[in-house]
């Protein structure tokens, strides 16, 4: 079962204090700098379309791809009426579109959960192929030497609407000499109308990257690396850096 059909069940109140439209205005300023007259993107792993309205909002034709239906759900039913946006199910490393955009973009870390490396080649390979000559690809990643500096910890979360409580619990589990993160999730949602409570455990397994490697498996997928910064900054990325944002251009 993907793990991302459970999730989208509590997704949004987990993450609504996420700074979508902040994040949003960061891949703008980015895209711009690169690209000037970039309207068309292609987002891989869009889950409930967040990014996608705030970029809709500042010009541009979204189509989002997403493994799960229940997240192409909340992404449509969000988007009704807005035609700057697109829903498709697929997976980041095999969808194939009959068009190209000016850039592509893979956020919230979609190319850590790509744990293999013919995975994360498959995915470089999509987006080289769904890029017009010069467009830009543009992602998010762990960044290792930050994971490795300042390894990952127990965590618990809290958060509540109208209709449900939900707590969660993490415990990662590193695997250093696979370069990857077991993040287990212990999460408990709680109906306040009806008392039920559900349980769900769910592992996102999550690999963290290295900007020598992410150069050689861009070049192989015939892209042109153009940066690697500190996410939502402008600065190289440094030792303690759990985050970086990475862009490359088609030839």
């Given at each position: 079962?993907?793990?991302?059909?459970?999730?989208?069940?509590?997704?949004?109140?987990?993450?609504?204090?996420?700074?979508?439209?902040?994040?949003?205005?960061?891949?703008?300023?980015?895209?711009?700098?690169?690209?000037?007259?970039?309207?068309?993107?292609?987002?891989?792993?869009?889950?409930?379309?967040?990014?996608?309205?705030?970029?809709?909002?500042?010009?541009?034709?979204?189509?989002?791809?997403?493994?799960?239906?229940?997240?192409?759900?909340?992404?449509?039913?969000?988007?009704?009426?807005?035609?700057?946006?697109?829903?498709?199910?697929?997976?980041?490393?095999?969808?194939?579109?009959?068009?190209?955009?000016d850039a592509v973009?893979?956020?919230?870390?979609?190319?850590?959960?790509?744990?293999?490396?013919?995975?994360?080649?498959?995915?470089?390979?999509?987006?080289?192929?769904?890029?017009?000559?010069?467009?830009?690809?543009?992602?998010?990643?762990?960044?290792?030497?930050?994971?490795?500096?300042?390894?990952?910890?127990?965590?618990?979360?809290?958060?509540?609407?109208?209709?449900?409580?939900?707590?969660?619990?993490?415990?990662?589990?590193?695997?250093?000499?696979?370069?990857?993160?077991?993040?287990?999730?212990?999460?408990?949602?709680?109906?306040?109308?009806?008392?039920?409570?559900?349980?769900?455990?769910?592992?996102?397994?999550?690999?963290?990257?290295?900007?020598?490697?992410?150069?050689?498996?861009?070049?192989?997928?015939g892209l042109t690396?153009?940066?690697?910064?500190?996410?939502?900054?402008?600065?190289?990325?440094?030792?303690?850096?759990?985050?970086?944002?990475?862009?490359?251009?088609?030839?």
């Amino acid at each position: 079962m993907n793990v991302f059909n459970e999730y989208a069940r509590y997704y949004d109140l987990l993450y609504r204090d996420k700074d979508y439209a902040g994040e949003s205005d960061y891949v703008n300023g980015l895209i711009r700098s690169n690209l000037p007259g970039a309207l068309s993107i292609l987002n891989l792993g869009c889950g409930s379309g967040r990014h996608d309205r705030c970029l809709a909002e500042l010009g541009y034709s979204v189509t989002g791809v997403d493994m799960s239906e229940e997240m192409l759900s909340c992404a449509r039913l969000a988007a009704t009426g807005n035609s700057s946006l697109e829903y498709v199910q697929g997976d980041a490393r095999t969808v194939q579109m009959e068009r190209k955009f000016d850039a592509v973009i893979s956020l919230f870390h979609v190319m850590s959960y790509q744990i293999t490396n013919a995975d994360l080649k498959a995915a470089f390979a999509t987006a080289a192929a769904h890029l017009k000559p010069g467009g830009l690809f543009l992602f998010d990643c762990w960044y290792g030497p930050g994971v490795l500096s300042d390894r990952p910890t127990r965590r618990e979360k809290e958060l509540e609407d109208d209709a449900i409580k939900v707590t969660r619990i993490v415990e990662p589990l590193l695997h250093p000499n696979e370069n990857v993160v077991d993040v287990n999730y212990q999460v408990s949602i709680s109906n306040k109308k009806t008392g039920e409570i559900r349980d769900i455990r769910e592992t996102h397994r999550m690999r963290y990257l290295f900007i020598p490697e992410i150069i050689g498996y861009l070049e192989e997928a015939g892209l042109t690396p153009r940066f690697s910064v500190c996410w939502m900054e402008d600065t190289p990325p440094k030792d303690s850096t759990w985050y970086i944002c990475c862009g490359a251009v088609a030839a």
